[in-house]
């Protein structure tokens, strides 16, 4: 059964979200996908996607980048009908994504891969010194710490590469981004480095859509969850007010389990107990 819980804050303030899904369906070949998938994304808040391997987080993420346009359902943005038929359609409306593999260029430098295929000209020639200028303003804007933007992507931490892939993101001005587990395979420090560049975000007005199966990273910097299983929702809680065995429950399908049947256990023996040394006191006072 599908749980939800109350309306995020931005819908609490009468804000139309910003990306708005409505009975996203995806087939491949006999192979459903995605059924019925509902999903909003409202400005400055950070939504994280969140579900089992299979549960359909990657098929959702490429049809909002139009990797894969749907089978049925409607997609609306700021208010009107779209339709998301390729990744530059994507682009064009607003949305961005940053997917796991980052797609990086490791012989070229954070500038040159910050304006890869969408490089500034001036009179016929590259304009390195604008190009590089703007670079520094990007990075700024996520309180980065690149040693230069002229040293080759391959000397850069995990976390300095996700930064520079994020930064490219913002190129063109986006109002929604999306994070295909941003903090994957990397240590301590670069996943703090990584949260912080998504609050970031947050803070300069722009919806975020986290993909993760980090749930701590998840409960850092989400103020919704929305979670997927088996291609269908299966909840919708507000991070201050769910806890993390309700959202794994809700990710699992494990509503009754050995856990839970041995910590009810546990309460109603409590209770019982309770109600035993309560009893003789009832009885003494009527004497």
């Known amino acids: 059964m599908?749980?939800?819980?109350?309306?995020?804050?931005?819908?609490?303030?009468?804000?139309?979200?910003?990306?708005?899904?409505?009975?996203?369906?995806?087939?491949?070949?006999?192979?459903?996908?995605?059924?019925?998938?509902?999903?909003?994304?409202?400005?400055?808040?950070?939504?994280?996607?969140?579900?089992?391997?299979?549960?359909?987080?990657?098929?959702?993420?490429?049809?909002?980048?139009?990797?894969?346009?749907?089978?049925?359902?409607?997609?609306?943005?700021?208010?009107?009908p779209v339709h998301i038929g390729s990744p530059a359609e994507s682009r064009d409306?607003?949305?961005?994504?940053?997917?796991?593999?980052?797609?990086?260029?490791?012989?070229?430098?954070?500038?040159?891969?910050l304006f890869l295929g969408h490089e500034k000209t001036s009179a016929g020639t590259l304009d390195e010194v604008g190009m590089e200028k703007e670079s520094w303003e990007l990075l700024r804007q996520l309180s980065a710490k690149i040693p230069s933007v002229r040293i080759a992507?391959?000397?850069?931490?995990?976390?300095?590469?996700?930064?520079?892939?994020?930064?490219?993101?913002?190129?063109?001005?986006?109002?929604?981004?999306?994070?295909?587990?941003?903090?994957?395979?990397?240590?301590?420090a670069q996943t703090a480095e990584v949260l912080n560049l998504v609050?970031?975000?947050?803070?300069?007005?722009?919806?975020?859509?986290l993909i993760s199966h980090n749930?701590?990273?998840?409960?850092?910097?989400?103020?919704?969850?929305?979670?997927?299983?088996?291609?269908?929702?299966?909840?919708d809680f507000r991070v201050p007010d769910v806890s993390y065995e309700e959202i794994i429950s809700a990710i699992t399908g494990a509503t009754d389990n050995a856990v839970t049947r041995r910590a009810q256990a546990h309460t109603d023996g409590a209770t019982d107990t309770d109600a035993d040394t309560t009893a003789p006191t009832e009885k003494g006072q009527q004497a």
């Open 93 to 113: 409306l607003g949305i961005a994504t940053v997917f796991q593999d980052l797609a990086l260029c490791d012989n070229l430098d954070v500038v040159a891969n």
């Open 199 to 209: 609050e970031r975000l947050r803070e300069s007005g722009l919806g975020v859509v």
């Open 153 to 188: 992507v391959a000397s850069l931490s995990g976390g300095q590469r996700q930064t520079v892939a994020i930064a490219r993101s913002l190129i063109g001005d986006p109002r929604i981004v999306i994070l295909d587990e941003p903090t994957a395979a990397l240590g301590v």
């Open 2 to 80: 599908t749980q939800t819980t109350e309306a995020p804050a931005a819908a609490a303030t009468k804000q139309s979200p910003v990306l708005s899904m409505r009975g996203i369906t995806k087939r491949f070949g006999a192979v459903q996908a995605l059924t019925d998938i509902d999903l909003d994304v409202y400005e400055g808040e950070v939504v994280a996607l969140v579900g089992d391997n299979g549960a359909g987080k990657s098929t959702l993420v490429k049809v909002m980048a139009g990797v894969h346009p749907q089978d049925e359902g409607t997609i609306t943005f700021d208010g009107r």
């Open 215 to 235: 749930m701590a990273d998840v409960q850092a910097v989400a103020d919704r969850v929305a979670v997927l299983r088996l291609g269908r929702n299966n909840g």
